[in-house]
């Protein structure tokens, strides 16, 4: 194996253990100890060039033996998935077997790359949102870059238990979220209203699509089972929203969106959730220079706010940060788990 695949597999291995997928992380090792190039899909993995860890080779692999099992075609490997725990001998033997049968949808799995949306990110908006809402007393228009299916652009449509009795919105709603909230807690009782939804992303996801939200579904590890019926949930409520994302390049997109004339009474609020590191640094230079410009131009009546939740290299979680303007400052409002599944707030 090129040493690069190798270490891809490990490195993944270690994160699927310590974001709760011990299974995806046990599939990891299978791969980096046992594939060989027997097969299609075995060689390409293989052989994939340097790039492997930005392809995200480990999680296209993944997902390419989950769309199998979901797709009913593989009952054998089907039958040792979770929520059974098969010994690793074992799933590895019907691995192989499944590879020998269905090398070539395996191996055409792999050409995209990996793209997800996760729902429960949904927490940290929602925390970040009632906070400007109190600070600010004004509607909020909502602005995504890279919003992926645009399922967190409904984020006040969704359910929340949020540990100790605290919960936040319908308890009737389609999508429940369980977030753990700590620290210095943000508003719940703040009314929050949204005056507008708008998102973008290079390769939007359509929730209307089966074949889309199939591949989006098989992305997910297979063990997280709230974490697969939250996003089921979320995109079958996605198909009735009144909104879609554009597809547009983060860069035009923002500059386009921050040259339109601010309406008075209403906050401003663009922001992105794990998407950063995939932009360019032009582009991320690009986007900083755009604000900076809108925001000299905000007012106590025309509020701009860039928040994000992202990596930054913080060993505990995404970091949760906004820079409000007039005025500019940047703000560091709490970290976050990756999936949400806690928010520590500042
Ligand atoms: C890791 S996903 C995160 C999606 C979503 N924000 C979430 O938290 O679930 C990164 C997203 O950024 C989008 N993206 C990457 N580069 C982009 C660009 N230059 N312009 C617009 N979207 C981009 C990808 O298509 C993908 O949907």
Same mark, same amino acid.
């Given at each position: 194996m090129n040493p690069h695949v190798l270490g891809t597999f490990r490195s993944q291995a270690e994160a699927c253990r310590s974001l709760g997928s011990p299974f995806t992380a046990t599939l990891c090792d299978l791969f980096a100890e046992r594939l060989t190039d027997s097969s299609r899909f075995g060689a390409r993995i293989l052989n994939w060039p340097d790039s492997a860890k930005d392809d995200a080779i480990a999680l296209r692999a993944a997902g390419a033996l989950h769309a199998l099992v979901r797709s009913g075609r593989a009952r054998e490997l089907a039958a040792l998935y979770p929520p059974l725990e098969a010994k690793p001998d074992q799933l590895w033997a019907a691995i192989e077997a499944a590879i020998e049968k269905h090398d070539d949808f395996l191996h055409d799995f792999l050409d995209s790359p990996p793209q997800t949306n996760e729902v429960s990110r949904s927490s940290a908006l929602l925390g970040l949102t009632l906070r400007l809402t109190e600070r600010f007393g004004k509607p909020l228009a909502l602005h995504e870059i890279g919003a992926s299916a645009g399922l967190n652009l409904a984020f006040d449509s969704y359910h929340y238990r949020l540990g100790d009795d605290l919960e936040w919105g319908d308890?009737?709603?389609?999508v429940d979220i369980e977030s753990l909230w700590r620290g210095n807690l943000p508003p719940l009782d703040a009314e929050l209203v949204i005056a507008s939804r708008a998102g973008c992303d290079r390769n939007p996801l359509d929730p209307h699509n089966p074949d889309s939200v199939e591949r989006q579904l098989a992305y997910? &590890?297979?063990?997280?089972h709230q974490r697969i019926g939250r996003v089921s949930a979320a995109l079958s409520a996605a198909t009735t929203r009144p909104y879609v994302v554009e597809k547009a390049d983060a860069a035009e997109w923002v500059e386009t969106r921050l040259a339109e004339e601010p309406e008075p009474g209403i906050t401003r609020v663009f922001f992105h959730t794990i998407? &950063?590191?995939?932009?360019?640094r032009e582009k991320q230079e690009r986007i900083t220079a755009a604000f900076a410009e809108a925001g000299a131009k905000a007012t106590d009546e025309t509020p701009l706010v860039w928040m994000y939740m992202e990596a930054?290299?913080?060993?505990?979680g995404a970091v949760l940060k906004q820079t409000v303007w007039p005025g500019g400052e940047k703000e560091t409002a709490g970290l976050s788990d990756y999936h949400g599944r806690w928010v520590d707030w500042a």
């Open positions: 308890p009737k709603a389609l997910i &590890w297979a063990d997280q998407v &950063w590191q995939y932009l360019s930054e290299g913080h060993p505990g």
